[in-house]
């Protein structure tokens, strides 16, 4: 089994700056790709960043030149360094992995963490 766990959601004023953080963890995985989705209320779960195979990543043209997605494979870690935040982005975030184990790919969900950006 694999965990991801996500952190560095919060409340911050709109123009300010957060980075989400995603670990994962677990026995015998390696991580193929990674991304970031994320749900505001009443809405469809959607792509914002990746997937990340430590090549270039795709971003939603809402994002775009805002958002960074970065991975830290010796830490199993991926990070998403979101700049200009505005109220729009407000939504709770997951981190998205398809994890190679025994040979073959799983997918895995993050908790989420919610981001909040006030006007």
């Known amino acids: 089994q694999v965990q991801l766990v996500e952190s560095g959601g919060d409340l911050v004023q709109a123009g300010g700056s957060l980075r989400l953080s995603c670990v994962a963890s677990?026995?015998?995985?390696?991580?193929?790709?990674i991304a970031w989705y994320r749900q505001a209320p009443g809405k469809q779960r959607e792509l914002v960043a990746g997937p990340s195979s430590g090549g270039s990543a795709s971003y939603a043209d809402s994002v775009k030149g805002r958002f960074t997605i970065s991975r830290d494979n010796a830490k199993n870690t991926v990070y998403l360094q979101m700049n200009s935040l505005k109220p729009e982005d407000t939504a709770v975030y997951y981190c998205?992995?398809?994890?190679?184990?025994?040979?073959?790919?799983?997918?895995?969900w993050g908790q989420g963490t919610q981001v909040t950006v006030s006007a």
């Open positions: 998205n992995a398809a994890v190679w184990r025994d040979g073959l790919i799983y997918n895995y």
């Open positions: 677990g026995s015998r995985f390696s991580i193929n790709t």
